[in-house]
């Protein structure tokens, strides 16, 4: 079952959330974080569960955000599209795991809003990080990125069955390779898409290599062609992006 109509009316609230951050002066007060948390909690009365709700809690503030870096209103309603689609997959995800733990559906549709909410809360962070008119240490900048790496991670592999404490052990090596990647990023001339988007990639081979082998379909083929994705994609982003003088 793919159409909620409580679930789409959420997500029709989440876009207004979003609407209303770029398009009212008072957003940042009050009215953000009351608009925010009555979908948090809408989310968690509907996927019944603490787990199914970390990562709709988290897209969120993500997607706000990454929203307040796009200026063009083209790009704004298309990426407002986008992550309210994300949003809306990420709780019926929820909601059809709660039901039946072994939905391989869900599971699929709640991967990719892993890696949907990853990539706002990296570009994000990281577009903030290089504005100038913020300032905070790169040491802020690698917390946030373990914490959320380590967050979604943890739910990420429960969703997927894989042992709590196994799970959180290699929930921390993820946030500690994120943590290194970003801050050797840190001394590259690039944007921060293209800098959250070579997090991702990092991230996702990652992530793919201990999800297969807990799930012992782990191979040399299949290594042999993540590490081949990671080095040819990494190398396509950077071959396709602008290069910024070091200063």
């Not at 009316?9 to 608009?35: E, R």
């Not at 019944?48 to 200026?71: C, D, E």
């Amino acid at each position: 079952m793919f159409l909620r109509f409580n679930i789409l009316f959420l997500s029709v609230l989440f876009a207004f959330n979003l609407w209303m951050s770029v398009n009212y002066a008072g957003y940042a007060g009050w009215l953000g974080v009351v608009l925010s948390l009555i979908i948090i909690v809408a989310a968690r009365v509907i996927t019944k569960r603490w787990k199914f709700t970390v990562l709709p809690a988290i897209l969120v503030p993500g997607a706000v955000m990454l929203l307040s870096l796009i200026n063009p209103p083209a790009e704004m309603n298309i990426f407002m599209f986008f992550s309210t689609v994300v949003f809306y997959l990420t709780v019926l995800a929820g909601w059809r795991l709660y039901h039946y733990e072994k939905d391989e559906t869900a599971k699929a549709m709640y991967s990719a809003a892993v890696a949907a909410t990853l990539f706002c809360w990296y570009a994000a962070a990281y577009g903030w990080y290089l504005n100038p008119t913020m300032s905070f240490p790169i040491w802020t900048l690698i917390v946030i990125f373990s914490v959320i790496t380590f967050l979604v991670s943890s739910v990420s592999f429960s969703v997927n069955q894989i042992e709590r404490e196994k799970g959180l052990t290699y929930s921390v090596f993820l946030a500690v390779l994120i943590a290194q990647v970003i801050w050797v990023q840190n001394f590259w001339p690039f944007g921060y898409l293209t800098t959250s988007v070579i997090t991702l990639i990092m991230y996702f081979v990652g992530w793919e290599i201990i999800l297969t082998f807990f799930l012992k379909k782990i191979t040399l083929r299949a290594i042999f062609f993540e590490i081949l994705f990671l080095v040819g994609s990494v190398t396509l982003v950077l071959l396709s992006t602008r290069w910024y003088p070091v200063i």
